[in-house]
């Protein structure tokens, strides 16, 4: 079959949105279907938003099979066998409208967010089927564009790659270092805890001055011996090394789309995952202590479940073993991604 699989970026930033689309390329051509990959650049200005809308809305795509949109705005392209692996919609104009994330409401932004919702609807409406990356991104659908969606868990590749050597004092965040990942309620964590638990924190940042800021928090806490901040895009094998041996991995991103494939990542390594009550779609995948720690979102709380994993071995050991069982229940696996896909 001629699959393209069509998506958007944001140039000079690398995540888990290339991350989807690269891995289902590889799969897909190993199971021998010939496979195009389509990439158009989005930013979600408003004052650019509606050029690169119709940028999407010109590409042909005719002599495909079928073709499948990531990230968006790639629904808008046409073709009479559209699929959607929906990951998230451009959030400042939905879920995040009216927040710190979001943009001003005003008349002029209002006017923007009411045209790219009604705009949505129309292409997302051309759909043969519509899946999601979790559970909050198929309710955000119904929420804002009255349309039903199926849960299609994204697997990572490859995952034979990651294993379990044991577990060491530290706990990692291995992720994009943005504000709303909230690297900084781990660093305020780390002055309230008791144990001698560490902290490293791994990846780039589309911007200088978070990083900065966590550095200087870093210092005046006076955390330099215990907190390790590694600005930069580790390779794929110091992440292998680094899950392995690490106590435990933290994701604790904001209302975050779905799990992450730091979260799918660590469970594959057998470690359990620290997050809060907030995380959004990571709470599809952990189970307070099951697999993890759940907690409020809090620098206390968390130094409390930092501390937790620390002083019981035994238990962590434990939980690391259950979120790599999780997989299985959650049916997390390119044979149903694949299944599914190419119904």
């Excluded at 495909?64 to 451009?90: E, G």
């Excluded at 697997?155 to 990692?172: A, L, T």
């Excluded at 990571?282 to 202590?289: I, K, S």
Aim: charged content about 25%; hydrophobic content about 40%.
């Amino acid at each position: 079959m001629k699959i393209a699989l069509c998506s958007s970026f944001v140039p000079f930033i690398y995540a888990g949105a290339r991350n989807i689309v690269e891995w289902l390329h590889a799969t897909l051509e190993a199971e021998g279907h010939q496979v195009e990959k389509v990439y158009l650049p989005e930013v979600d200005s408003p004052d650019l938003l509606f050029q690169q809308m119709m940028a999407f809305r010109w590409v042909d795509l005719e002599s495909a099979d079928r073709i499948i949109c990531f990230r968006p705005q790639a629904h808008l392209i046409p073709h009479p066998h559209k699929i959607l692996w929906f990951i998230h919609h451009i959030r400042a104009f939905y879920d995040l409208w009216g927040t710190r994330y979001g943009y001003p409401d005003d008349a002029k932004h209002r006017g923007v967010r009411d045209a790219l919702r009604n705009l949505d609807n129309a292409a997302l409406g051309e759909a043969k089927a519509i899946f999601t990356n979790s559970q909050v991104v198929s309710d955000r659908l119904r929420t804002y564009n009255n349309i039903g969606s199926e849960v299609l868990y994204p697997p990572v590749f490859q995952s034979e790659r990651f294993y379990c050597n044991g577990f060491s004092d530290e706990i990692v965040c291995i992720c994009r270092l943005e504000h709303h990942k909230r690297q900084h309620l781990l660093v305020e964590a780390m002055q309230h805890t008791r144990t001698p638990v560490k902290l490293r924190l791994s990846g780039t940042s589309s911007g200088e001055e978070y990083p900065r800021e966590l550095a200087q928090r870093i210092a005046e806490l006076g955390l330099a011996d215990r907190v390790f901040l590694d600005v930069r895009w580790i390779s794929e094998n110091e992440k292998v090394e680094q899950l392995a041996n690490c106590l435990a991995a933290a994701y604790l991103p904001l209302d975050e789309d779905s799990y992450g494939y730091p979260s799918v990542e660590a469970c594959h390594a057998s470690k359990p995952i620290l997050t809060t009550s907030d995380a959004g779609g990571v709470l599809e995948l952990v189970q307070d202590g099951i697999n993890g720690y759940i907690t409020e979102p809090s620098p206390q709380a968390v130094a409390e479940a930092m501390d937790r994993l620390y002083r019981d071995r035994v238990n962590t050991k434990k939980m690391g073993n259950a979120a790599r069982d999780r997989l299985g229940e959650l049916n997390i696996s390119w044979s149903h991604v694949l299944q599914r896909l190419l119904a």
